[in-house]
């Protein structure tokens, strides 16, 4: 069988902010249709990578280094270009409009579908509704008014609506707890289905790996190990390093 051209490609990526390097080197590939999770400690650059694949570093951060997205190099392309042509990043801050509901959270999810003059933008409101029916239940409450979990579920809701071809999840399961966070990934890994690719970022080895086709470990700006989740699942260094203390699986 042919081999696919991998989703995104990336390649010798450097990332400094000013005379820090906070990410150095990486070279990482997502296929099509795979779940691919970059775990790692606090300030490992996790967030720094998604940000500068995105082209959302802050001012004071500058990238080095090859990104190829569905065959096109997108490193000197501005967000805006990025995210039309299917990239999204749901970033760990979950930006999410308070005052407004979470219906309209969604719709708006689907505004560039709909200044393109796709008449049929609101098209994944149903399947996002499947998915979360959560979110159905309460689709005319206030966004600030949800829980941590339901407010994770509205983000990765809402960036669904752009029919994402990658789908970068920044720590979706920051601050929440054991079951919810089970729920969320049980979500992640059914989008599978939908064959979108996913980049996700964690700080929970176990729940990322234990949902992914292939891993990579990053420390200090620099990955140290990468492999198939499975493996890396049980490799000793990960197990001691990431997955050692946690007894109970989520
Ligand atoms: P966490 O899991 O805590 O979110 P992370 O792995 O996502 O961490 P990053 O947020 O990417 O790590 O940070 C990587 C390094 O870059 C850190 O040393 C951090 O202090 C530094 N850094 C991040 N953003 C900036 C910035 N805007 N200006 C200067 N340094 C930054």
Do not use: W
């Amino acid at each position: 069988m042919q081999k696919s051209v991998p989703i995104l490609q990336v390649d010798g990526l450097s990332v400094r902010y000013g005379k820090v390097e906070a990410l150095h080197s990486a070279t990482l590939t997502v296929g099509a249709g795979q779940i691919v999770s970059v775990i790692g400690p606090n300030g490992a650059g996790k967030s720094t990578l998604l940000n500068a694949i995105m082209g959302a570093l802050p001012q004071t951060g500058s990238s080095n280094g090859v990104i190829r997205y569905l065959d096109e190099d997108v490193a000197a392309l501005p967000i805006e270009r990025r995210v039309s042509r299917g990239m999204c990043l749901v970033p760990e801050r979950r930006e999410l409009f308070a005052s407004m509901s979470v219906e309209d959270n969604l719709v708006l999810g689907a505004y560039r579908r709909k200044r393109a003059g796709e008449r049929s933008f609101l098209d994944q409101l149903e399947p996002v509704f499947r998915l979360f029916p959560r979110l159905k239940e309460r689709r005319r409450q206030a966004a600030g008014t949800l829980s941590g979990g339901e407010r994770q579920m509205l983000a990765v809701g809402r960036a669904l609506m752009a029919k994402p071809k990658l789908l970068m999840l920044d720590e979706p399961s920051l601050g929440l707890a054991p079951l919810i966070v089970k729920e969320i990934f049980h979500i992640v890994s059914a989008l599978r289905e939908t064959g979108v690719a996913i980049l996700l970022i964690e700080q929970n080895a176990r729940a990322a790996l234990q949902i992914s086709d292939f891993g990579y470990v990053l420390e200090t700006g620099e990955f140290a190990l990468k492999g198939p989740a499975q493996d890396l699942q049980h490799n000793p260094q990960v197990i001691e390093t990431y997955l050692g203390l946690v007894k109970k699986a989520v």
